[in-house]
């Protein structure tokens, strides 16, 4: 599986972006996408997560009504809405698959795309 995530930018508090990750392999059916950030000097943490072949979704508590994961099989492509921004979701954002349990933990996952930098300014 390989990944490609595109987007970041910076934006007032308050303010959306639209992250996108582009994925392929022949196996997507097996993984579920994870939507992770890492803040300097912090460990990497779950965000968001989207299951490829029925769409199931989980958030963190930080984000839930804020974020939305979304796939376009089509386009082989998922998304990550953020809506009302605030500055400590200031992070490198990465999108990664992981076919495994336990899909909250960044050590468990078996792909990553390189990550995109999202700055939120107060």
């Known amino acids: 599986v390989q990944l490609q995530a595109s987007g970041g930018g910076l934006v007032q508090a308050g303010g959306s972006l639209r992250l996108s990750c582009l994925v392929s392999g022949s196996s997507l059916p097996y993984y579920a996408i994870g939507w992770l950030r890492q803040a300097p000097g912090k460990a990497r943490e779950f965000v968001a997560l989207i299951s490829w072949n029925v769409g199931n979704t989980d958030y963190a508590d930080s984000v839930k009504g804020r974020f939305t994961t979304s796939r376009d099989s089509a386009k082989n492509t998922v998304y990550l809405q953020m809506n009302s921004l605030k500055p400590e979701d200031t992070a490198v954002y990465y999108c990664?698959?992981?076919?495994?349990?336990?899909?909250?933990?960044?050590?468990?996952?078996?792909?990553w795309g390189q990550g995109t930098q999202v700055t939120v300014s107060s």
């Open positions: 990664g698959a992981i076919r495994g349990p336990e899909r909250r933990k960044w050590d468990r996952y078996d792909y």
